[in-house]
């Protein structure tokens, strides 16, 4: 099982910036893949970022050069550097362990809100 607890969320004035982080339980950045998703209130909910194991990421495309993954192995936590938020970065921020592999589960965090306002 993979517990995910997330934390740095919180009100930003547009052009600011915060830093999210996922703590994940056990030892599993070897084997997931970790990612953040976002969902505004009534929108789906989107992919944000992501980075494998071998620490290749991937943006959506409204956020690449303001935003970065990464990941600390050593403290099993992933970070969200976000820079110059936009009111339209405004949602819950999730965070996401993959494995991978279609038969095993998808693990989430609770979610953590950003609101990007003046």
């Known amino acids: 099982q993979v517990q995910l607890v997330e934390s740095g969320g919180g009100l930003v004035q547009p052009g600011g910036s915060l830093r999210l982080s996922c703590a994940a339980s056990g030892s599993i950045f070897s084997i997931y893949a970790m990612g953040w998703y976002r969902q505004a209130p009534g929108k789906q909910r989107e992919l944000v970022a992501t980075i494998i194991s071998t620490g290749s990421t991937n943006y959506a495309d409204s956020v690449k050069g303001r935003f970065a993954i990464s990941r600390d192995n050593a403290k099993n936590t992933v970070y969200l550097q976000m820079n110059s938020l936009k009111p339209e970065d405004t949602a819950v921020y999730y965070c996401?362990?993959?494995?991978?592999?279609?038969?095993?589960?998808?693990?989430w965090g609770q979610g953590t809100q950003v609101t990007v306002s003046s």
């Open positions: 996401n362990a993959d494995p991978l592999v279609r038969t095993l589960p998808v693990y």
